[in-house]
Nanobody
Framework: QVQLVESGGGSVQAGGSLRLSCAASGSTGSITTMAWYRQAPGKQRELVATISSTGTTNYADSVKGRFAISRDNAKNTVYLQMNSLKPEDTAVYYC????????????WGQGTQVTVSS
C-alpha cells in the first residue's frame, strides 16, 4: 500500500501563490507517474499536472505558465507551485500516484483545500 499526504493548501487572494506538497509513504518502490488533480464544488475531478519518474511534465491548458509540478524522488514527495492564482483555481486538490508491479494501482491523497478570493 501507498499512503499520500497533502499539505500546503489554504486561502489566498487572486494573484497570490501557494505551494502544495504530497509525501508518499509505504510501498513507494515502483511509483511511476505522480499527479495533481482538483475538484471544484459541483464539478468533476480534473487533471491539473503530471510528472513522470524521469521528470517529464504535462499540464492542463488552464494552468500552463502559472503552475509548476516537481518531485523529489529521494523524499518520495511531489510538489505543485501555484502562481498567479485565480478564483477559478478554487478547489480541493488531490495528489495521485501510480505504482506498477505485477499490476497497475492508483493511489489518492485525502485532498487539501485551496481557496482563491477576488
Amino acid at each position: 500500500q501507498v499512503q499520500l499526504v497533502e499539505s500546503g493548501g489554504g486561502s489566498v487572494q487572486a494573484g497570490g501563490s501557494l505551494r502544495l506538497s504530497c509525501a508518499a509513504s509505504g510501498s513507494t518502490g515502483s511509483i511511476t507517474t505522480m499527479a495533481w488533480y482538483r475538484q471544484a464544488p459541483g464539478k468533476q475531478r480534473e487533471l491539473v499536472a503530471t510528472i513522470s519518474s524521469t521528470g517529464t511534465t504535462n499540464y492542463a491548458d488552464s494552468v500552463k505558465g502559472r503552475f509548476a509540478i516537481s518531485r523529489d524522488n529521494a523524499k518520495n514527495t511531489v510538489y505543485l507551485q501555484m502562481n498567479s492564482l485565480k478564483p477559478e483555481d478554487t478547489a480541493v486538490y488531490y495528489c495521485n500516484a501510480i505504482r506498477i508491479t505485477v499490476a497497475r494501482r492508483t493511489y489518492w491523497g485525502q485532498g487539501t483545500q485551496v481557496t482563491v478570493s477576488s
